[in-house]
């Protein structure tokens, strides 16, 4: 169906139940049963997108990396909290040119949030934007993930780091690059159980080399932990709005006076 990547097997998975990789995949409860649309590129959108680099990734801006480590969040739905904490942490490091290296709690956003719901789904917009806001985040020495719903043990003299301006991204713009190729393939139909929302982090951008294809793409961080994947990452095609990728994004801002 497509020449863009390569399926390969990964043993974590054998044992897994469908309701298990339902999971991670985004949870029953983090449906989305109509896909949105994209903003149509305005004449200012176009003067930005012409004017970025043709590849950018905050992993290695001149030798500094300025993303969190690749974790894994088992068979627990929160790839939405994963994610959420994920782009935090990476805005967090940017913000103080890389002096706080804070990791968040997914643990708290597991038992405590009460804008998702659990490990059975969530989404980033609520939780990396208006929990964040309302109530704050704490680091994951004060709640360690273990993967599980249950009752919420976040210390309450746990230290809170704030962030606002929450929004969806918007705008549209456009290694293994994945491609969607739609479900209606005869006899070898993929059935994905039910269709879900899986939560993951755009950390850069890049493009093949005309020999390759020329093919634009995302870099993306994953949460199946780093030896899924390019060592927990992925690339999936860029300007053509894959699984909602670009129509979806969220995003919050550190409030810095509580970093310190």
Request: glycine share 10%.
């Amino acid at each position: 169906m497509q020449k863009f990547w390569t399926a390969t097997h990964y043993s974590q998975f054998d044992n897994l139940k469908d309701e298990h990789l339902l999971q991670m995949a985004g949870g029953r409860k983090s449906q989305i049963f109509s896909r949105p649309k994209p903003v149509p590129l305005t004449a200012e959108h176009k003067r930005i997108r012409e004017s970025l680099p043709r590849s950018f990734d905050w992993r290695n801006i001149d030798g500094v990396s300025y993303v969190s480590p690749v974790r894994n969040q088992g068979t627990c739905g929160s790839c939405y909290a994963f994610a959420s904490m994920a782009m935090a942490e990476a805005r967090v490091k940017i913000q103080t040119n890389n002096t706080q290296n804070p990791v968040f709690s997914t643990q708290d956003i597991v038992e405590c949030c009460n804008y998702s719901q659990g490990c059975m789904g969530g989404f980033p917009y609520l939780v990396a934007g208006k929990y964040a806001e309302d109530y704050g985040l704490v680091l994951e020495k004060c709640n360690p993930y273990k993967g599980v719903d249950g009752k919420c043990h976040t210390q309450q003299n746990c230290e809170r780091h704030y962030f606002t301006d929450y929004s969806y991204v918007g705008g549209f713009y456009g290694g293994g690059v994945y491609v969607h190729t739609g479900d209606d393939i005869g006899v070898n139909r993929f059935d994905p159980f039910v269709i879900t929302n899986h939560v993951v982090v755009v950390v850069g951008w890049g493009q093949l080399s005309s020999e390759e294809g020329g093919t634009k793409y995302w870099i993306v961080k994953n949460s199946w932990g780093a030896d899924w994947g390019l060592d927990g990452y992925f690339w999936i095609r860029r300007g053509t709005d894959e699984c909602g990728i670009e129509s979806i994004a969220a995003e919050s801002t550190p409030i810095y006076k509580y970093m310190k």
